[in-house]
């Protein structure tokens, strides 16, 4: 068990809400605002109560984040600075709509220790945009990704969307080179999911959706054109410039420690998993919910198997005090011949024709 943590910090607001999102988010005033800055703030002090961990990681997620503002948002990382030991070197990551970002002060965020931006982009194409109900244009992400480098935050992921309305295999080309133009160090880029009670969901009868097979032509396109262009695949859909892999949730995929703040966060700590419902009352009354324990065998296969370097057997054994099964070893026997595991002494892991069952891959293998 690793002697550090990773920090979420959740931010329920939006200025809309997309019509694909199930995250907890809404729409909020000024005065939400500073009343929810407040409440987690009390929150990081709590926490900071409950472990002796060092902070390796921390990330502001939502919603959206930038909606706060540079003040707050650097209000809520002094906090967590003051009542954690958080490491030099600590990666400290916040979310930014480009209709947000484009004015935001990147300036004060470099100063109080936010070292890596993560842009909500999706597209660069306008009817795409237009149909995900985004409210920023591609130039507001090009000025987004400009200013924050300017500032000196490098470090900069563009979110791309795959399989939406209108996409094609050519739109799906200019948006990813418009991020690789953009210069930026890290795409996540992953394919929609109409998840249910969205009003996508409601709608999903009226939109030009590609199907399966056209969704996994433009996955597989966008992992061989983001591998040309430098973007290295290390995770079922993030890509990144050598050594710019999003730390933070790497260690989600390795089983690490975290701490979720807000409502709807999720946290993993001293073998418990637990959460925030989605409410910002409960959360305000720190009403946790359990939810078991947590880093048992089936997760740990299930999480190294979303990673490019899959699954390593030694590493198993040693947590686990025993070697998989032969019927498991069997099993990914079969799925390398079919083209979809590459297997050596070592490890196994997927390949990108495997990431598009990894579901039923996974589930096969623990059954």
Known sequence: MSDTIGIYLHIPFCKSKCPYCDFFSGKATQTDYDRYTDILKSSIIYWSGQTYKKVSTVYFGGGTPSVLGADRLSKLLKTLQNSFEVLPDAEITVEVNPDTGKSLDFEKLKR????????????????????????????????????????????????????????????????????????????????????EGTHFDKIKSQLSLADDEEQAKLYLFAVQYLEKLGYKQYEISNFAKPGFESRHNTAYWKCGEYIGIGPSAHSFLNGKRFYYGRSTEDFEKNIIIPDGEGGDEEEFIMLSLRLKSGLNFREFEELYRHPLSPLQLKKIGNFANAGYMELDEEHACLTPKGFLVSNAIISELLA
């Open 112 to 195: 109080t220790g936010f070292n890596r931006i993560s842009v909500g982009f999706q597209t660069a194409i306008e009817r795409e945009l237009q149909a995900l109900g985004r409210i920023h244009t591609a130039g507001d992400a090009l000025v987004t990704t400009k200013n924050a480098k300017v500032a000196g935050i490098d470090n900069v992921s563009l979110d791309l969307m795959m399989g939406i309305p209108y996409q094609t295999r050519e739109s799906l080309k200019e948006s990813i080179d418009f991020c690789a133009s953009c210069g930026v160090k890290h795409i996540s880029s992953y394919l929609l999911k109409i998840e």
